[in-house]
């Protein structure tokens, strides 16, 4: 199975890189971001959809007709329109929420922009939000970054971070369990 992963993700990173090279040419890349990321949001909302692009059961004619009536109604056209289609066409639809990802990725770092996923166990005041913002932007070496907060009580206190590839998991949780593993070994 990982081989396979890895044969899907090569050819959506290569499907995402064309795009992206073409979408530059077109001085367009703002547009298709925001294009791909309204698609998979749809895709994350319909099980239809998500059907429809996942299933090998559908015709590649099917896939094309039905995701050009689904891209009207979405009013997403140009560059975008012609892409999904031809991946659909193509056979290719099922990796489509790696493409987009990898599309974001490239898109991101054109711009000098990280991601971060941050998790805190209450809401932090705007204060804290702009602070934080500006520590993890200097730890990434990016221009910015864009944090997605997520509040769980269940971490008691502190903070999660993960950035890139990173991750620091600094949160009362995880530090009372580390104490409570070592006090195990010590008794």
Do not use: C, W
């Amino acid at each position: 199975m990982a081989q396979e992963e890895t044969i899907v993700t090569g050819m959506a990173g290569r499907y995402a890189s064309a795009l992206f090279a073409l979408a530059q040419e077109q001085r367009a890349t703002a547009q298709v971001a925001v294009d791909l990321d309204r698609f998979g949001a749809m895709m994350a909302e319909s099980p239809d959809l998500t059907r429809l692009v996942r299933s090998p059961a559908f015709s590649a004619e099917e896939q094309v007709k039905a995701l050009g009536a689904v891209l009207d109604k979405a009013e997403i056209g140009g560059l975008t329109a012609k892409f999904l289609k031809l991946v659909a066409n193509k056979r290719r639809l099922f990796a489509l929420p790696v493409m987009i990802a990898d599309f974001g990725k490239l898109h991101d770092a054109a711009r000098g922009v990280s991601r971060a996923d941050v998790t805190v166990a209450e809401p932090l005041s705007p204060a804290n939000l702009e602070a934080l913002r500006i520590a993890l932007t200097d730890v990434a070496g990016a221009n910015s970054v864009e944090m997605k907060v997520t509040v769980d009580p269940s971490i008691i206190g502190g903070l999660i971070v993960k950035l890139g590839s990173r991750m620091v998991d600094g949160s009362l949780k995880t530090k009372l369990n580390s104490i409570r593993t070592r006090m195990k070994e010590v008794g």
